[in-house]
């Protein structure tokens, strides 16, 4: 009776797998849709669950969310937990900049942020889908959450060396989104009625289906986009006689040819569709909370692991100390480090498994913080939150989705990928900011440039401990389905694996997460067996 | 120098017209759709704007958004003001429901809300569009603001009594949106390379198009849509060798004739596409705001106006107190009282001008919150935020945007206009809490029946002062550019009009705003001309 509906579709799930949920969801009168709400399933360990089995140790290597998560879970069945972490803080690429930050990358460049009080930048991860995991640490561990703006129709869509008039014009997202399905909508009424399609829809289908488009598309009776307000307005509707004069409409070959309308595909992703979230404060608040939650006196920061081995009964993990090296020994490991950091790490592991941790391919990713004396994108383009994507160098920018009307705030000015990251990563910090300011002028005009009172760049693969943003796995060694991968699968002796590499959903707090949870399993269930 | 773009830019706009300031922003390589940043231009009162004018003296009729504003704006040029008010809290429709709101309707009906500590809900207006005046009044008033969500991909869409499969299934947003727009991408991508519009497209066009449908509806090489992870997964995507399983498609056939995929246009309007704010605390925050504002010495609460008119040198207003009517006098009035509402009321005001305050159109419209001791939203379905929406009575459920995470929640269980708001008001309080709960149970099952500690609903044509939620201008009597409506558009004799129903705004407090603020310049000019 106490039982939720959602424990009953996990234990449904994890006992008669998915096959098994689904028809059972379909007998409460449930659609499959709504099976989209589970996620991986996950028991936690109990206090007793050691009960008569002695103290187990394990040294966990790396303090990024992965390893924090496998520290945090294995603390609640009793294990005995150390985590060691290079870096003087905890979280990894979960990293959050603000006033007094200090980094210096591989390279020797030291930048130490200036922002103000209560601004910040996520260097790393930004926000949280809601099917995500990493929500349910945040409510676990009281992290409180606000949204993240990963959508607005008011932001704007910049693309150049794109042929017709709309190459180098910086574009409302409402206005392309608008004339994009207009126009999709007007073709496809007009196929429709001409016949096109009648061996694909039946009489009642295309009637269905014009109806469908007339709304999509917000066309006329004779199927026909002429613009209109959703695109937005100048002069906008107010008082008494002003009903507001509906920009005119871009035309059909400048929109499609513009690629401006490819973008629309990101906000239906999977993992990018709203609602987004992010803590409030800051990515790293979940990092810290983790780290609160395991204790400090679990933690060692500034320990860098520099060997580690299976022994004849266990594991012997060595790393950096302000005196020197020290070794600690356990019952078992998890390497929670990246894959490429732990393959250049002396140990005795398996060749194989050294060789594919070595063969993942990295991704660089960038991003910088500018911080405004004013806000000029809600206070001169009346947008509040939300990304502004180009075609340059830049990628996207993000307007900030905390302190809104505030005093000052902070833009990311870009965030990029691949050859974009690695344009800037190969730029000093203040030069980063010149080209950063340069591009995004192409879109705001001069007011880009006016006001900046603090800038911070990250890039990771100028990032000790990090060097990449993140991996994937090439087809050359068999993607996530090759031996290499499945070798990192499973312990090498006493040692596991764990990080976001290892899951389906690379990059997300969510795959380190999961990825933690199936190794606290893995161990449990041996320590057990 | 120290003039902001947007300074000049609204400058331009007031002496040049819309023409040149959008000439203007052309020159200043802004684009035209950066026009759309600029709200409807208004500059306020100094506080020497009545110097050597002596005092004048204006009484607010209504305490609602577009009375305030008007004495808020009034006050900034130093004219003395008084604002009555029929109810006992400033605001009008914008009321906010928490712990302890008591309100008995004009049938008598009294309720008292229940809710806990913290939660409440919007009975009147609850979302700010990013363009809204509204918003600058935060800002300025100091009510700080936070994401009202407007849409979310896990949410639900609901039909029944339409053909095909999906009849009485709730389906998830994103599934119905990736499905939709899949079969759109497909059917065109197949139209345009048969040829079928090769009268309207260019083969750079043709080209240009199937690359933005393949982006846009996710279909494949080959033009077909079969589905994907953009609509969910069962299984979801985890750890090691779970790359999730997406959920099947649904049939062409079926979601075209569901009507489930006209929702859309919806989350694309003009006034309802993301991003959209709410006051952090609930929505009378801003009433509340201005009310303390304006003064509490210069407002008079359950003063209702039983009659005013125009005297020789300026106006009269009788209202009640609790030792009987009171007459007021004052250079000037401001009638921001709902206009049915005023049509009723004694006056001199010409014929003329009565019959056009009658003649407009009311819409009823109705909210249910339900507090649940659970956030089973979130917990079981993974819904942060969002509108579920049904074609049955309750229309739009709101899931909340605000406490996530929290111990208790508050659900609108019905947003509704019409005849489905009045099915609801003709109900009493218990029993629209009843159907709404069998009506939830269609979407979400037994769980929206459960741990429920509170509910407060609202009919708004059987409240007192509103006697509607708004109102329209029949094209019978001309609409927003007939007579009647015109002639509230000027004082009549020293009698001004103002609310969101002299504004092409209406049922937005910008609207109310706006509309005010006309009003104020049209005072103001008078005075100093």
Known sequence: MGQTRRDFLRQVGITGGAGVMFHTMGALGLTTAANAAETPPFTPLTRDALHGRGTKSVIVMGGGIAGMTAAYELLKGGYSVTVLEGRDRPGGRNWTVRRGTTFTDLK???????????????????????????????????????????????????????????????????????DAYGYTAELLAKATSQGALDAELTAEDKDALISYLRSFGAINSANEYVGG?????????????????PLPQYELSDLFRSTLGNYFSFEMGFDQAMMMYQPIGG????????????????FRYNAEVVA??????????????????????????INAMPPHIAAKIPSNMPAGVVAALGSVSRTNAG??????????????????GGITNANTNIGNMWHPSYGYHGKTGTMIGYYNTGANANFYGALTPAQRLTEAVAQGKKIFGDVYGEGITASFSQDWASAKFSEAAWVSWPGAVGGQTG???????????????????????????????????????????????
Chains 1, 2 share one sequence.
């Open 367 to 384: 991003k910088i913080g500018i911080e405004y004396n004013r806000r000029w994108w809600e206070e001169d383009f009346r947008i509040y």
């Open 283 to 298: 990515m790293d608040r979940i990092a810290y909370a983790f780290a609160e939650a395991i204790g400090a006196r679990r």
């Open 108 to 178: 020797g460049q030291t930048q130490t942020a200036g922002f103000s009080k209560g601004q910040y930048m996520n260097a790393g991860p930004g926000r949280i889908p809601q099917m995500h995991v990493t929500l349910d640490y945040c409510k676990e561990l009281g992290v409180p959450i606000e949204v993240f703006t990963n959508q607005n129709a008011d932001a704007f869509l910049y693309r150049e060396n794109v042929p017709g008039a709309l190459n180098g014009v910086p574009v409302r997202h409402r206005a392309v989104k608008a």
């Open 483 to 529: 031996a290499g991968y499945r070798s990192l699968l499973q312990a090498s002796g006493n040692i596991y694996f764990a990080g976001d590499h290892l899951s389906h959903a690379i990059a997300w707090q969510h795959g380190a997460i999961t990825s933690a949870r199936a190794t606290v399993e893995q161990i449990h269930e041996r320590v057990t067996a």
């Open 229 to 245: 307000g959703r695109r937005g307005y100048a002069p906008e509707p107010g008082a008494h006689l002003e009903a507001g004069t």
């Open 308 to 333: 580690y081995q299976n022994t004849t009964d266990g594991v012997a993990v060595t790393y950096t100390t302000a005196n020197g090296p020290k070794t600690v020994t356990a019952d078992f490991a």
